[in-house]
């Protein structure tokens, strides 16, 4: 099984830098995303690692620590619209019968404040 | 086309009534997922198909019944539901790595949910 967790919410200013830890224990790992959903709207995909390092992808990157079962989003210049539920989700080892099991963490409430 | 389109966007039906939920990709993605997200929770895996194959059940009652009709289409079939029910339903799609031991980046599209109402 997987348990991953989050921070419930963070508050943070307008053009700041913001840290979105995820730390998670499971039984399979095969790699692990970051989406972002917004009060409403589907989950829009942010970010993927499946090997230890930072990935950077504009304002966004992530970072992953697989022997610490830890990852983290950054998130720079921070703007009003940022102002959403961050989810950190992990993916099992290989289905025996086919497509990916993606489990999410508890998901952190970001809130952007002036 | 990265879209992923659920039907209905809004859904109110009794505790005897029957729908069914709909979701269309054309991504050519041959894994596609339902989840269910309750208010301020993530959202939770029920089905996973691939290859229109039912893979993945997470122990979902049987008043939900999946089904994978073809590659661009998956369905959500409601009968007897109960008021716990109600929450937002996700459907999403992502490639398939088949048999492979090393996974890409397969990452989900969600579609923009149906929010169903079990009264």
């Known amino acids: 099984g997987q348990n991953i967790d989050q921070p419930t919410e963070m508050t943070a200013t307008e053009g700041a830098i913001v840290q979105i830890n995820c730390t998670y224990q499971?039984?399979?790992?095969?790699?692990l995303f970051w989406y972002q959903q917004h009060a409403g709207e589907a989950p829009t995909f942010l970010s993927y690692?499946?090997?230890?390092g930072l990935e950077e992808k504009g304002r966004f990157s992530s970072f992953l620590s697989r022997s610490k079962g830890y990852s983290y989003l950054l998130l720079k210049e921070l703007q009003m619209k940022d102002s959403a539920s961050y989810l950190c989700a992990v993916r099992d080892r290989k289905v025996t019968g086919g497509g990916n099991k993606l489990t999410f963490g508890t998901g952190t409430q970001l809130k952007v404040e002036l | 086309d990265t879209e992923v389109t659920q039907t209905p966007k809004h859904l109110v039906m009794g505790m005897t009534n029957k729908k069914s939920l709909k979701c269309e990709q054309h991504m050519g993605h041959r894994a596609m997922y339902w989840y269910k997200q309750k208010a301020k929770k993530p959202p939770e895996l029920m089905f996973v198909y691939s290859y229109e194959k039912l893979s993945i059940n997470e122990s979902v009652p049987s008043r939900f019944s999946p089904e994978c009709p073809n590659s661009s289409l998956l369905n959500l079939h409601l009968h007897a539901l109960q008021p716990e029910d109600s929450a937002l339903y996700l459907c999403?799609?992502?490639?398939?790595?088949?048999?492979?031991?090393?996974?890409?980046?397969?990452?989900?599209?969600f579609g923009q949910g149906t929010r169903l109402t079990v009264v």
């Open positions: 499971t039984s399979g790992f095969n790699g």
């Open positions: 690692n499946v090997l230890d």
């Open positions: 999403a799609s992502s490639q398939d790595t088949g048999t492979a031991t090393y996974f890409p980046n397969t990452e989900a599209f």
